[in-house]
């Protein structure tokens, strides 16, 4: 069951506080916050539903576009449940609201910080410490890449049962490297073998 | 020296707002490798190196790595216009898919099949990201440090995260701090001996 509620508008600025709070934390993604964000809306307030918040993830990440839009879906949801039984129009404002809510939250203060710091560093962009910075950090970025991607192949940790799933990562790694086939072939190619369970 | 400049450039705040939503439109699970192959690839906006430099600052910085990409390319044409036009072109048509999603399909996403090609889609984005960084390796030939420092850097790095689990930030701070200060070193070597030939 969804969590019916009635939320003031000091609510909705505590949700954004919150959010804008875990911005300048999201070093790596806004999906490392999630587990605090599950701790404060879920189990905390209890303004979403365990599966509302798996869900708003999942969702996020079949879509196309940034991941970051999960925060947008938590916040739909939380604007749902705020307006359970009340006219379409008001249930859509109220979604719409949660959706504004949230996404500015997370969004705001990395974003000035972010075009702040790269505006200063791009108008000192000769200095000594700003090219070493770059060129410092170019292979520690590329191993990063690499590691992402090891990181989620090895979430499956049942070889016997996932191995498949291994074989089809190696093969887009090795098919995208050497070719320039465009990636929603694959895409497709796996979401069709996932649906049919052969993978 | 600087480094060679990128053949093409954003035209216009609105072609920086279309050519993101398009991008972001094909990143399905992630827009990173989407972004390498559209940025550098096609509309050549950036060279390799350039995008590694940007990539570098954008993981660093707080917030989601594809829209600080945005905003920075943004900013860096046409200013604070130009970085709101990256971002929003990044966010807003999939945030309307996103959005109707949710309404078609609120509950569709537990189902068996839906976990199915969630799965499946995610092994591919794992290969598309693994793929990004292989292709990115030859921008280390022109690198200050010279590739033995790279390759050791980079195998440090990745065991760091991808073996060991280290949290990020340790890795960051330490492998980084140290390519760092290599490179500085390196690069003011180049600078003396360029006044002293």
């Known amino acids: 069951m969804n969590p019916v509620l009635n939320l003031s508008a000091a609510d909705w600025l505590q949700l954004f506080e919150h959010f804008a709070s875990l911005s300048l934390l999201a070093v790596g993604g806004a999906i490392t916050t999630a587990p605090d964000m599950h701790r404060y809306l879920v189990s905390q307030l209890g303004w979403l539903s365990d599966s509302q918040f798996t869900s708003s993830i999942a969702l996020a990440q079949a879509a196309p576009g940034p991941n970051i839009l999960f925060v947008a879906l938590m916040g739909w ?3 749902l449940n705020a307006s359970q039984g009340a006219a379409w129009w008001m249930q859509g404002a109220l979604a719409l609201t949660g959706v504004c809510v949230a996404m500015l939250g997370i969004m705001l203060p990395s974003s000035i910080l972010t075009y702040m710091a790269t505006r200063w560093a791009h108008q000192h962009r000769d200095m000594l410490a700003i090219r070493a910075f770059k060129s410092g950090m170019a292979p520690i970025v590329i191993a990063l890449l690499m590691a992402t991607g090891w990181l989620l192949t090895v979430s499956h940790d049942q070889p016997a ?5 291994y074989l089809l990562t190696l093969l887009t790694t090795l098919v995208v490297w050497r070719s320039r086939i465009h990636m929603l072939w694959l895409i497709g190619l796996g979401a069709l073998l996932g649906g049919l369970g052969w993978v | 020296m600087s480094a060679p400049e990128a053949p093409n450039q954003p035209q216009s705040k609105t072609d920086l707002f279309v ?3 398009i991008l972001a439109l094909q990143g399905f699970g992630g827009v990173l ?4 192959r559209e940025l550098v690839e096609k509309k050549k906006w950036l060279t ?3 995008f590694i430099e940007d990539w570098a600052v954008a993981q660093i910085m707080p917030g989601p790595n594809v829209v ?3 905003l920075m390319i943004g900013g860096r044409y046409f200013g604070l216009a130009g ?3 990256g971002v929003a072109g990044i966010l807003a048509a999939p945030m309307v898919v996103v959005l109707l999603l949710a309404l078609a399909f609120g509950g569709v996403s537990d189902s068996a099949w839906a976990q199915g090609a969630l799965r499946g889609m995610g092994a591919v984005s794992a290969g598309l990201i693994a793929a990004v960084g292989l292709k990115l390796i030859s921008a280390l030939k022109s690198n200050p440090m010279g590739m033995p420092v790279c390759i050791a850097l ?7 995260v991808g073996l060991l689990r280290l949290p990020l930030a340790w890795v960051l701070l330490a492998a980084g701090s140290a390519g760092c200060l290599w490179a500085y070193v390196q690069l003011a070597r180049q600078v003396t001996r360029k006044e002293q030939p």
């Open chain 2, 48 to 50: 390799r190196e350039q």
């Open chain 2, 83 to 85: 970085a709101l036009a």
């Open chain 1, 161 to 165: 049962r996932d191995w498949p799933l």
């Open chain 2, 33 to 36: 490798a989407v972004v390498q």
């Open chain 1, 77 to 79: 949801n939380v604007g």
């Open chain 2, 19 to 21: 050519s993101f939503s």
């Open chain 2, 68 to 70: 600080n990409l945005a």
């Open chain 2, 154 to 160: 980079a195998a440090a790095s990745f065991g760091g």
